[in-house]
């Protein structure tokens, strides 16, 4: 088994909504035992808990709350833009197909919009399967959209530390170490740490955070919704990310202080 379908496997066993409930599921098969009540209504509880916007930021907030966007000085310092790729979205008919998808999106909006207050080179860094277009070309053509030139693409990358060890590879041939590091709030405890393993200096550059519009405990609050699944899901993938990157490197990627 090759790592991607190895983590396949582990996201479907241990994120939401699968993972509860598969838990749910096998509790219902063993439903004539006390383990397997336990089980089920472990799994639904969870479920249900995934599902509630309070649950949900709550999870994301410890991630993404140390990070601000860049300001001036540290604008001034920085030799480069990085952008991170999120994915594809494809049935894209009225482009060419196949196109970024919206956390991708996200990202390069403030990726652009970076590049028109610096005039910095920007780093589009995406791979994907080999019967696919990188993803880079993708994020090149959504950024050239937005004006931006240049755009240089990294088309190798199929993880967080994939992107560090390549865009660092592309960069160090120019001379270049300060950049930009563009990808959602909570992510960078993880990608920050990439890139500084990789020997670049990242200036943390965040966007996309996920707050609560309505922080108050209401009825509503109650609600399962179906965006407070996915918050989740982002959540969690990127603490099982922290986890795998620890063990793998040794090394804890945690946010600095506030």
Do not use: C
């Not at 652009?112 to 090149?140: C, I, K, Q």
């Amino acid at each position: 088994m090759d790592f991607l379908s190895l983590r396949f496997l582990v996201d479907w066993l241990l994120l939401p909504p699968s993972g509860p409930l598969l838990l749910a599921l096998a509790g219902l098969l063993l439903m004539r035992t006390l383990a397997g009540k336990a089980l089920l209504i472990t799994g639904l509880l969870l479920t249900y808990a995934f599902s509630l916007p309070p649950v949900s930021h709550a999870l994301m907030a410890p991630l993404q709350t140390p990070w601000s966007p860049p300001d001036a000085a540290a604008l001034e310092r920085a030799e480069a833009i990085v952008v991170l790729g999120a994915g594809y979205r494809s049935g894209a008919v009225e482009f060419s197909g196949e196109t970024v998808n919206d956390l991708a999106l996200v990202r390069l909006r403030y990726a652009a919009a970076l590049h028109r207050r610096t005039g910095l080179p920007v780093v589009a860094t995406g791979g994907g399967p080999d019967d696919r277009e990188p993803e880079a070309r993708w994020m090149a053509e959504v950024l050239e959209e937005f004006g931006v030139s240049p755009v240089w693409q990294e088309p190798q990358a199929r993880d967080t530390q994939g992107n560090a060890h390549h865009s660092a590879a592309l960069l160090q041939e120019h001379g270049l170490q300060r950049v930009l590091l563009v990808t959602h709030a909570h992510h960078l405890p993880r990608a920050t740490a990439a890139f500084e393993r990789a020997g670049l200096e990242p200036i943390p550059a965040p966007t996309g955070a996920f707050v609560a519009h309505d922080t108050r405990l209401s009825l509503g609050a109650f609600k399962p919704q179906a965006n407070a699944i996915r918050t989740s899901w982002l959540a969690m993938h990127e603490y099982l990310g922290i986890l795998w990157y620890r063990w793998q490197y040794g090394r804890h990627p945690a946010p600095p202080d506030p």
